[in-house]
Protein backbone atom coordinates (compact mmCIF):
# COMPACT_ATOMS: atom_id res chain seq x y z
CA UNK A 1 0.00 0.00 0.00
CA UNK A 2 1.20 3.61 -1.07
CA UNK A 3 1.05 6.12 1.33
CA UNK A 4 0.26 9.41 1.05
CA UNK A 5 3.22 11.53 -1.69
CA UNK A 6 4.09 15.42 -2.08
CA UNK A 7 5.87 16.82 -4.94
CA UNK A 8 7.97 18.72 -5.23
CA UNK A 9 9.95 17.99 -1.75
CA UNK A 10 11.29 21.71 -2.25
CA UNK A 11 10.32 24.89 -3.71
CA UNK A 12 12.12 28.55 -3.97
CA UNK A 13 9.79 31.04 -5.45
CA UNK A 14 9.98 34.88 -5.09
CA UNK A 15 6.98 37.44 -4.18
CA UNK A 16 4.49 37.59 -6.19
CA UNK A 17 4.88 34.77 -8.09
CA UNK A 18 2.65 31.37 -8.60
CA UNK A 19 3.08 28.50 -6.90
CA UNK A 20 0.98 24.51 -7.52
CA UNK A 21 2.13 21.88 -5.26
CA UNK A 22 0.93 18.47 -5.71
CA UNK A 23 -0.06 15.46 -3.26
CA UNK A 24 -0.93 11.96 -4.19
CA UNK A 25 -3.46 10.14 -1.90
CA UNK A 26 -3.10 7.41 -0.23
CA UNK A 27 -4.74 4.27 -2.41
CA UNK A 28 -8.34 3.84 -1.74
CA UNK A 29 -8.92 7.39 -0.18
CA UNK A 30 -10.87 9.45 -1.45
CA UNK A 31 -10.70 13.12 1.13
CA UNK A 32 -7.42 15.10 1.07
CA UNK A 33 -7.41 18.04 3.12
CA UNK A 34 -4.48 20.74 2.86
CA UNK A 35 -2.49 22.42 6.23
CA UNK A 36 0.18 25.13 6.32
CA UNK A 37 2.81 24.83 9.11
CA UNK A 38 4.79 27.79 9.65
CA UNK A 39 8.55 27.23 11.56
CA UNK A 40 7.60 26.30 14.60
CA UNK A 41 4.20 26.24 15.00
CA UNK A 42 1.12 23.30 14.25
CA UNK A 43 -0.21 23.01 11.38
CA UNK A 44 -3.19 25.06 10.18
CA UNK A 45 -6.06 23.68 8.28
CA UNK A 46 -6.58 25.14 4.76
CA UNK A 47 -8.99 23.16 3.08
CA UNK A 48 -10.60 20.11 2.26
CA UNK A 49 -11.70 18.26 -0.95
CA UNK A 50 -13.95 15.68 -1.51
CA UNK A 51 -15.63 13.84 -4.51
CA UNK A 52 -13.56 16.44 -6.67
CA UNK A 53 -15.21 19.51 -4.66
CA UNK A 54 -14.44 21.66 -1.56
CA UNK A 55 -15.45 20.68 1.30
CA UNK A 56 -14.49 23.07 3.90
CA UNK A 57 -12.21 25.96 4.00
CA UNK A 58 -10.07 27.29 7.26
CA UNK A 59 -8.65 30.98 7.83
CA UNK A 60 -6.76 31.29 4.21
CA UNK A 61 -7.32 33.89 1.68
CA UNK A 62 -9.18 33.50 -2.22
CA UNK A 63 -5.36 33.01 -3.69
CA UNK A 64 -5.15 29.94 -1.77
CA UNK A 65 -7.31 27.55 -4.20
CA UNK A 66 -7.18 23.46 -4.78
CA UNK A 67 -8.37 21.12 -6.97
CA UNK A 68 -9.09 17.10 -6.87
CA UNK A 69 -9.28 15.09 -9.86
CA UNK A 70 -10.82 11.98 -10.65
CA UNK A 71 -8.22 9.36 -9.24
CA UNK A 72 -8.63 11.69 -5.96
CA UNK A 73 -5.13 13.38 -6.09
CA UNK A 74 -4.95 16.70 -5.32
CA UNK A 75 -3.26 20.33 -5.99
CA UNK A 76 -2.44 23.34 -4.09
CA UNK A 77 -2.32 26.80 -5.89
CA UNK A 78 -1.21 29.69 -4.53
CA UNK A 79 -0.74 32.93 -6.65
CA UNK A 80 0.35 36.56 -5.07
CA UNK A 81 3.42 34.50 -3.13
CA UNK A 82 3.94 36.73 -0.24
CA UNK A 83 6.78 36.12 2.59
CA UNK A 84 4.96 35.13 4.90
CA UNK A 85 3.53 32.04 2.64
CA UNK A 86 6.59 30.35 3.37
CA UNK A 87 5.97 27.25 5.38
CA UNK A 88 5.66 23.26 5.07
CA UNK A 89 2.79 22.11 2.82
CA UNK A 90 0.89 19.21 4.37
CA UNK A 91 -1.43 16.95 2.11
CA UNK A 92 -3.65 14.32 4.58
CA UNK A 93 -6.27 12.11 3.00
CA UNK A 94 -8.74 9.98 4.45
CA UNK A 95 -10.56 6.79 3.55
CA UNK A 96 -13.76 8.72 4.10
CA UNK A 97 -15.26 12.10 5.36
CA UNK A 98 -14.43 12.25 9.07
CA UNK A 99 -11.97 9.27 9.05
CA UNK A 100 -8.25 9.15 10.42
CA UNK A 101 -6.13 11.63 8.14
CA UNK A 102 -2.59 10.25 6.98
CA UNK A 103 0.06 12.82 6.36
CA UNK A 104 2.51 13.26 3.42
CA UNK A 105 6.30 14.26 4.41
CA UNK A 106 5.32 17.52 2.93
CA UNK A 107 6.32 20.52 0.25
CA UNK A 108 8.93 22.91 1.99
CA UNK A 109 8.33 26.39 0.45
CA UNK A 110 10.73 29.23 0.30
CA UNK A 111 9.49 32.46 -0.86
CA UNK A 112 12.12 35.34 -1.06
CA UNK B 1 -15.13 26.95 18.00
CA UNK B 2 -12.05 24.72 18.95
CA UNK B 3 -8.79 25.32 20.38
CA UNK B 4 -5.97 23.69 21.84
CA UNK B 5 -3.54 24.90 24.48
CA UNK B 6 -0.11 22.68 24.84
CA UNK B 7 0.96 23.57 28.40
CA UNK B 8 4.61 23.07 27.45
CA UNK B 9 6.76 24.51 24.15
CA UNK B 10 9.86 22.56 25.75
CA UNK B 11 10.20 19.50 27.66
CA UNK B 12 13.68 17.26 28.92
CA UNK B 13 13.52 14.00 30.55
CA UNK B 14 16.37 11.74 30.86
CA UNK B 15 16.00 8.42 29.05
CA UNK B 16 13.78 5.70 31.18
CA UNK B 17 12.27 8.52 32.89
CA UNK B 18 8.39 9.31 32.56
CA UNK B 19 7.36 11.69 29.81
CA UNK B 20 4.83 13.57 30.71
CA UNK B 21 3.00 16.18 27.31
CA UNK B 22 0.35 18.19 28.63
CA UNK B 23 -2.95 19.50 26.79
CA UNK B 24 -5.62 21.49 27.27
CA UNK B 25 -8.68 21.97 25.10
CA UNK B 26 -11.57 23.99 23.84
CA UNK B 27 -14.44 22.82 22.09
CA UNK B 28 -18.16 23.44 21.88
CA UNK B 29 -19.55 20.09 21.24
CA UNK B 30 -18.00 16.71 22.34
CA UNK B 31 -15.07 16.51 20.30
CA UNK B 32 -12.29 13.92 19.12
CA UNK B 33 -8.46 14.35 20.29
CA UNK B 34 -5.79 13.07 18.96
CA UNK B 35 -2.00 13.14 19.77
CA UNK B 36 0.56 13.10 16.40
CA UNK B 37 4.01 13.30 16.40
CA UNK B 38 6.52 14.86 14.04
CA UNK B 39 10.36 13.61 13.74
CA UNK B 40 12.81 15.79 11.83
CA UNK B 41 11.93 15.43 7.85
CA UNK B 42 9.20 12.73 8.60
CA UNK B 43 5.27 13.17 8.07
CA UNK B 44 2.63 13.43 10.93
CA UNK B 45 2.06 9.77 12.57
CA UNK B 46 -0.81 9.15 14.13
CA UNK B 47 0.18 8.36 17.97
CA UNK B 48 -3.69 8.07 19.20
CA UNK B 49 -7.02 9.38 19.29
CA UNK B 50 -9.97 9.55 21.67
CA UNK B 51 -13.38 9.22 19.80
CA UNK B 52 -15.87 8.97 22.97
CA UNK B 53 -15.02 5.78 24.07
CA UNK B 54 -12.80 4.47 26.93
CA UNK B 55 -11.22 7.62 28.51
CA UNK B 56 -8.02 5.87 28.68
CA UNK B 57 -6.36 5.68 24.94
CA UNK B 58 -3.55 3.13 24.67
CA UNK B 59 -1.07 4.37 21.70
CA UNK B 60 1.92 2.86 20.01
CA UNK B 61 5.52 3.24 21.26
CA UNK B 62 3.69 2.79 25.05
CA UNK B 63 2.07 5.64 24.81
CA UNK B 64 -1.33 6.59 26.48
CA UNK B 65 -3.45 9.75 26.80
CA UNK B 66 -6.52 10.15 29.02
CA UNK B 67 -9.38 12.36 28.65
CA UNK B 68 -10.79 14.26 31.03
CA UNK B 69 -13.80 16.47 30.61
CA UNK B 70 -13.92 18.39 33.64
CA UNK B 71 -10.78 19.67 33.30
CA UNK B 72 -10.79 19.70 29.55
CA UNK B 73 -7.44 18.16 29.69
CA UNK B 74 -5.64 15.52 27.00
CA UNK B 75 -2.30 14.89 28.87
CA UNK B 76 0.09 12.44 27.02
CA UNK B 77 2.04 10.18 29.10
CA UNK B 78 4.59 7.53 28.91
CA UNK B 79 5.84 5.30 31.33
CA UNK B 80 9.66 4.92 30.44
CA UNK B 81 11.39 7.17 27.90
CA UNK B 82 13.46 6.00 24.81
CA UNK B 83 15.88 8.39 22.76
CA UNK B 84 13.73 7.60 19.68
CA UNK B 85 11.00 9.23 21.50
CA UNK B 86 12.19 13.15 20.48
CA UNK B 87 10.46 14.41 18.54
CA UNK B 88 7.80 17.46 17.71
CA UNK B 89 4.17 16.52 19.64
CA UNK B 90 1.05 17.83 18.77
CA UNK B 91 -2.26 17.84 20.44
CA UNK B 92 -5.17 18.32 18.19
CA UNK B 93 -9.04 18.50 18.44
CA UNK B 94 -11.36 17.70 15.87
CA UNK B 95 -15.42 17.94 15.46
CA UNK B 96 -15.45 14.68 13.52
CA UNK B 97 -13.76 11.59 13.74
CA UNK B 98 -10.70 12.17 12.33
CA UNK B 99 -11.02 15.64 10.63
CA UNK B 100 -14.69 16.93 9.07
CA UNK B 101 -15.22 19.64 7.03
CA UNK B 102 -13.62 21.94 9.73
CA UNK B 103 -10.62 20.04 9.41
CA UNK B 104 -8.48 19.63 12.09
CA UNK B 105 -7.04 21.88 14.63
CA UNK B 106 -3.82 21.46 15.67
CA UNK B 107 -1.63 23.03 19.10
CA UNK B 108 1.56 24.62 18.53
CA UNK B 109 3.79 21.64 19.58
CA UNK B 110 5.79 20.53 22.42
CA UNK B 111 9.57 19.40 21.31
CA UNK B 112 10.54 16.05 23.51
CA UNK B 113 14.40 16.22 24.54
CA UNK B 114 15.83 13.57 25.32
CA UNK B 115 18.97 13.38 27.94
CA UNK B 116 21.21 10.17 27.74
Given at each position: ?????????????????????????Q??????????????????F?????R?????????????????????????????????????????????L????F?????????? | ?Q???????????????P?LL??????????????????????????L???????????????E????????????????????????????????????????????????????
Amino acid sequence: ETGVTQSPTHLIKTRGQQVTLRCSSQSGHNTVSWYQQALGQGPQFIFQYYREEENGRGNFPPRFSGLQFPNYSSELNVNALELDDSALYLCASSQLLGNEQFFGPGTRLTVL
Amino acid sequence: AQSVTQLDSHVSVSEGTPVLLRCNYSSSYSPSLFWYVQHPNKGLQLLLKYTSAATLVKGINGFEAEFKKSETSFHLTKPSAHMSDAAEYFCVVSLGSGGGADGLTFGKGTHLIIQP
